[in-house]
């Protein structure tokens, strides 16, 4: 169920982007919903493959459910707080941690938040979210029966081609 509600909401988010961007060839110039639906696209299209990565089996993501939320929120809202800014930023505006606001937001925000959470996240849970003894020699099994399944169709094949 996971996987099937990450891969919709994945299709939906590209569907987004892609309408994002298409708005971009209007001739009489970019519509204003255009960069909203990349805000909220490209935010929930990162969360939907993240999610897909993590999925094992029927478990879901567990607890990952939380920090992938966070991430989400905080892209979307870091890419909606960037939009949403009033007027240019220009040689007087005030800085942010050295940067213009919209810079600030989307270096500080976007770029160095998730990267702050994300590997957290997954240290913390990496025991019980990677995969077990039994799942590797599950694909271990699976592995050594494929290789015999394409060495008999070799072998059948270059003995067709002998005949």
Same mark, same amino acid.
């Given at each position: 169920?996971?996987?099937?509600?990450?891969?919709?909401?994945?299709?939906?988010?590209?569907?987004? !982007?892609?309408?994002?961007?298409?708005?971009?060839?209007? @001739?009489?110039?970019?519509?204003?919903?255009? *960069?909203?639906? +990349?805000?909220?696209? !490209?935010?929930?299209?990162?969360?939907?493959?993240? !999610?897909?990565? =993590?999925?094992?089996?029927?478990?879901?993501? $567990? =607890?990952?459910?939380?920090?992938?939320?966070?991430?989400? +929120?905080?892209?979307?809202?870091?890419?909606?707080?960037?939009?949403? #800014?009033?007027?240019? /930023?220009?040689? +007087?505006? @005030?800085?942010?941690?050295?940067? *213009?606001?919209?810079?600030?937001?989307?270096?500080? $925000?976007?770029? +160095?938040?998730?990267?702050?959470?994300?590997?957290?996240?997954?240290?913390?849970?990496?025991?019980?979210?990677?995969?077990?003894?039994? /799942? #590797?020699?599950?694909?271990?099994?699976?592995?050594?029966?494929?290789? #015999? #399944?394409?060495? /008999?169709?070799?072998?059948?094949?270059?003995?067709?081609?002998?005949?």
């Amino acid at each position: 169920m996971t996987r099937r509600l990450a891969l919709g909401a994945l299709f939906i988010a590209i569907t987004a !982007i892609a309408i994002g961007y298409a708005g971009a060839f209007n @001739k009489s110039g970019t519509p204003m919903w255009a *960069p909203w639906l +990349l805000a909220l696209g !490209i935010p929930v299209a990162l969360g939907a493959i993240m !999610i897909l990565g =993590a999925a094992r089996g029927n478990r879901g993501i $567990g =607890a990952l459910t939380f920090p992938f939320a966070f991430v989400v +929120l905080v892209l979307a809202a870091g890419f909606g707080a960037a939009l949403a #800014l009033p007027g240019a /930023d220009g040689p +007087l505006s @005030k800085l942010w941690l050295g940067l *213009p606001a919209r810079a600030a937001i989307v270096i500080y $925000g976007i770029g +160095l938040l998730p990267i702050i959470i994300l590997p957290v996240a997954y240290a913390m849970t990496f025991e019980a979210m990677t995969l077990s003894n039994q /799942d #590797l020699e599950r694909v271990r099994a699976i592995g050594r029966a494929n290789a #015999l #399944l394409e060495r /008999d169709a070799a072998t059948e094949s270059a003995a067709a081609s002998t005949e």
